[in-house]
């Protein structure tokens, strides 16, 4: 069984956990799953350890893992974390000088956030355009720091459901709150990139832990998305 097949085995599940689809404290049964997902049982041995590694599963006697259950308490923790590991690497971005590359790429975001929000109202498809637009930018200022050890952390913190900025969690019910609400976080986009620019680093640091207010705030509009985490816990 080649690596890629094994990598592809950890997504699938990970998906299906982050999901629902593979419930909170359902217990992960081998010979069930290898049969499920048509694999045998040594990469999917392989892909359960690595998903306890990152926290989605618990280990539940010699051989089996269960599901693990977050509490909204887990995940705002997560996204408060988040915020504190990004003011680190925008800090130091910041204070070591933005290349033009970098400075380019921001301004493409922030020119795409501007078309979004320029139509006044979210139309189908946009969710995810700006999902991917913000996992963008903030990958962007997290890779230009070089430091490692804030990727690994903030790689691991991702995992916990609804913490990555590439999700964003959409109601349809309050739909025009959320608008304005992703579109206050967009000006703070162009606050952060003002700020990295001009080599700001305790205001650009700032800007950052401010930022992740409305992660919170989008995710307590979402009420099916917090019912998902809190039922489960």
Same mark, same amino acid.
């Given at each position: ?18 999901? =629902?689809?593979?419930?909170? =404290?359902?217990?992960? *049964? ?30 539940? /006697?010699?051989? /089996? ?21 990004? &003011?680190?690497?925008?800090? %130091? ?8 590359? #970098? ?9 795409? /956030? ?10 189908? &498809? ?15 200022? *997290? ?6 050890? *804030? %990727?690994?952390?903030?790689? #691991?913190?991702? @995992? ?36 990295? @620019?001009?080599?700001? &680093? ?20 979402? #009420? ?6 809190? /039922?489960?816990?």
């Amino acid at each position: 069984m080649n690596e890629t097949t094994q990598q592809a085995i950890v997504q699938t599940l990970r998906e299906q956990i982050l999901s =629902g689809e593979l419930s909170p =404290g359902q217990r992960l *049964v081998e010979a069930q799953l290898a049969q499920w997902l048509g694999v045998s049982r040594t990469p999917l041995r392989y892909a359960l350890s690595v998903l306890s590694s990152e926290g989605l599963l618990d280990r539940c /006697g010699t051989r /089996g893992y269960i599901v693990r259950r977050f509490s909204v308490r887990d995940v705002l923790n997560a996204i408060d974390v988040r915020g504190v590991l990004e &003011g680190l690497a925008a800090r %130091t971005v910041a204070e070591s000088g933005v290349s033009p590359a #970098l400075a380019a790429a921001l301004d493409d975001c922030l020119r795409e /956030g501007d078309e979004i929000f320029g139509q006044k109202r979210l139309r189908p &498809g946009d969710d995810v355009r700006y999902a991917q637009m913000n996992g963008r930018f903030h990958a962007l200022i *997290v890779d230009a720091a070089q430091n490692q050890a *804030v %990727t690994a952390a903030l790689s #691991l913190n991702d @995992k916990v459901p609804f913490v990555s900025p590439f999700t964003i969690a959409f109601d349809e019910s309050a739909r025009e709150r959320q608008f304005m609400m992703l579109m206050y976080a967009h000006r703070q986009h162009h606050a952060i990139v003002d700020a990295l @620019k001009k080599g700001e &680093g305790a205001r650009v640091e700032a800007l950052m832990k401010e930022h992740t207010h409305i992660s919170k705030e989008s995710l307590n509009l979402s #009420l099916p998305s917090l019912h998902l985490i809190a /039922g489960a816990a």
